[in-house]
């Protein structure tokens, strides 16, 4: 059974920049769907960012892509999200997913996928003050 580990939240002012990192062991890394959730205090999990490692297609949604950006590195079998100029509201803890199963058609195809996603790890808390 494979496994994946969140890591690189923290506490930053806004304006500032966060990379997060999920990193998989016991999977195929090159034949996943992967994407972030994010829970903002007293809100519902939102999946936010999904990228298909098969074929490096990626997705953002729209309210994020001016300032967020999810890519992999398949020599480390990670899949990252940087963050940039961080709100506020970007406040939240934030989930790793992954299906081993809908890989290599694109990433808006994960993103239907993973948002069936329920195996969370503990996620990683990212604090943005103002």
């Known amino acids: 059974q494979g496994q994946f580990a969140e890591s690189g939240g923290g506490s930053v002012q806004a304006g500032g920049s966060l990379r997060l990192s999920c990193t998989t062991s016991?999977?195929?890394?090159?034949?996943?769907?992967m994407g972030w959730f994010r829970q903002a205090p007293g809100k519902d999990r939102e999946l936010i960012a999904t990228i298909d490692t098969a074929g490096g297609s990626d997705y953002v949604i729209d309210a994020l892509q001016d300032r967020f950006d999810i890519s992999q590195d398949r020599t480390k079998d990670t899949t990252s999200l940087q963050m940039n100029n961080l709100k506020f509201e970007d406040t939240g803890i934030y989930y790793c997913a992954l299906d081993g199963e809908s890989w290599g058609k694109s990433a808006r195809y994960c993103y239907e996928k993973l948002r069936d996603f329920n195996s969370w790890g503990p996620g990683t808390q990212v604090t943005v003050s103002s």
């Open positions: 016991g999977y195929y890394y090159r034949h996943l769907c």
